[in-house]
């Protein structure tokens, strides 16, 4: 096998599920949108991609050479796919405050502010 193929292996086999995951957190919720949410979900899955990538060469050049090939590869597969799903995890929970914090009403009576209608 290539080198540099097998080096970037574990990515290449997860690029199908990192796209679908990618295309989810992407489409939904579908509002509100601006450019602020754009440029929100773009760093994500930037960051995310570069998480995973860092994770596998990472894990690639540090796994115990005497535990064998295939080693690797499940040790690159985790840590990728483990760091992928941390960083978007956090960036869902992220976006959920946000955008839940941003289409509160502004409306400050009712029971849980303690303030009574007249």
């Known amino acids: 096998m290539n ?19 990618a295309w989810l957190f992407w489409i939904y919720p579908r509002q509100p949108r601006g450019g602020a949410r754009t440029l929100f979900d773009s760093a994500s899955l930037i960051l995310a991609t570069a998480a995973a990538f860092w994770g596998m060469h990472w894990s690639m050049l540090n796994a115990d050479p005497q535990a064998g090939a295939i080693w690797k590869q499940v040790l690159a597969t985790s840590i990728a796919y483990g760091l992928f799903l941390l960083v978007m995890t956090t960036a869902i929970a992220l976006r959920w405050r946000w955008l839940r914090g941003r289409t509160a009403s502004p409306d400050t009576t009712g029971p849980l502010t303690g303030k009574v209608e007249s």
Request: glycine share 0%.
């Open 3 to 21: 080198p540099q193929v097998e080096f970037n292996l574990a990515l290449i086999l997860f690029i199908p599920w990192f796209s679908i995951l």
